[in-house]
């Protein structure tokens, strides 16, 4: 009967990813939800199939009921249990349906755990003290022990395996003098992945080179016959970090960055033509189009305003870097800017507003991180482009392989 009640799963191809993220809460905690009262009636009644002759409770079918998903009431299917004595029979409680049409300890203690990453099939094996009543408390511990587990895998997971391709870093912030610098990586076949972060005071040197220490020490590695490129949202900070790691890395910077700066310079009523300058550069193909797109941004910025055109200027060749590599422009859209990694964070956002203070001198950030990087994983998709990945592996060989 339970099984029944399980919702389908979600066509995510048909989704948006924000609505996707939704669907997909809302179907685990339901999921989670029928585990553990599944869990409570059989140690009350035994398993369906081999009940229990020295009890006295028994399954009795089901009714409607009703308890909150994602702050609303939704109408689901309750199993019944029946306690019989020498004379009648009387309905129990079940103690975990009961938690769930509490909106209080539902919301904050139950829906947490799933959200950060207690699915269906973990929850079967969390342990009866710890999910027995679901008090507050042993679904607190739930969540801190489960999200540890997710820390320890998304930091100490070997990479010797992954064949990195294309590197993207960038930061979030998650308060005041809270922030937590990323690493996604893409690899030869176009498959994305959370490579590792770390959460520090700021977007610095310092904390992405320790990142990048980490992700070598996993193993992670570029290999000696081809380039790294790396995709960079144009911190000084971070370049510097990645090409001491990766001195002959190609990098290129990130044009919505690029043109989201310029428009802090510009009038509101020149933007719709820069945006069209930029969408210009984006369709264009190999190294000459690109130069001569790029030259009409210029002509565009000069005499707008002088700070603008220096701000266009300073990013050098890394703003053309992929358009020299002379590979198809079927990868521009991925690769020349950080919007995979800029995806990630505005469901991790979502995620995190659950929050309402951050505890610097804890762990608390972490578990919340790896959570909630955990969840928006688990919608990746191949790159588009993918096919072209090849011709991108060929072109970032160094010059003189090539002419080998």
Not at 127 to 144: I, M
Not at 146 to 168: R, Y
Request: net charge positive; glycine share 6%.
């Amino acid at each position: 009967m339970i099984n029944k009640n399980k919702s389908k799963n979600v066509q995510a191809e048909s989704l948006p990813l924000a609505q996707m993220m939704k669907e997909h809460f809302r179907t685990v905690v339901r999921e989670a939800l029928y585990e553990v009262v599944e869990q409570e009636v059989q140690q009350l009644c035994g398993a369906s199939y081999r009940p229990d002759a020295q009890s006295a409770f028994r399954r009795a079918g089901s009714a409607n009921s009703t308890v909150f998903l994602d702050g609303r009431r939704e109408a689901l299917k309750r199993p019944r249990v029946r306690e019989q004595s020498d004379q009648s029979s009387v309905e129990v409680k079940l103690a975990s349906w009961q938690t769930a049409k509490d909106p209080v300890q539902w919301q904050k203690a139950t829906i947490r755990a799933v959200l950060c990453g207690v699915s269906t099939r973990d929850v079967g094996r969390l342990g009866e003290d710890k999910v027995k009543g679901l008090s507050k408390s042993a679904v607190s511990r739930l969540w801190q022990d489960k999200a540890a587990e997710l820390v320890a895998g998304m930091q100490q997971a070997d990479l010797g395996e992954f064949d990195l391709l294309v590197l993207m870093i960038d930061a979030v912030v998650l308060a005041k003098g809270v922030v937590a610098t990323v690493a996604l990586g893409i690899d030869t076949n176009g498959h994305k992945r959370i490579l590792g972060y770390r959460v520090g005071g700021s977007e610095n040197k310092e904390v992405c080179a320790d990142l990048l220490s980490n992700l070598a020490a996993r193993g992670l590695a570029v290999p000696a016959s081809r380039d790294l490129l790396a995709v960079l949202d144009g911190s000084d900070a971070l370049r510097s970090a990645l090409l001491a790691h990766y001195p002959t890395a190609q990098v290129q910077r990130c044009l919505v960055h690029k043109e989201r700066n310029l428009r802090g310079y510009l009038s509101k009523r020149h933007w719709a033509e820069l945006a069209r300058l930029f969408n210009q550069l984006r369709k264009v193909q190999g190294s000459e189009q690109a130069k001569a797109a790029a030259t009409a941004i210029r002509t565009f910025l000069k005499g707008k305003n002088a700070q603008a055109r220096e701000s266009f200027e300073e990013a050098g060749a890394d703003l053309l870097r992929l358009f020299h590599l002379e590979v198809p422009n079927s990868l521009h859209r991925t690769l020349l800017s950080t919007n995979s990694i800029e995806n990630v964070f505005k469901n991790l956002r979502r995620h995190l507003g659950r929050v309402c203070r951050w505890r610097e001198n804890t762990g608390q950030a972490d578990r919340w991180m790896a959570s909630g990087l955990e969840l928006a994983q688990r919608g990746f998709r191949r790159i588009s482009g993918h096919e072209d990945l090849g011709k991108l592996a060929v072109a970032l060989r160094p010059q003189e392989a090539k002419a080998a």
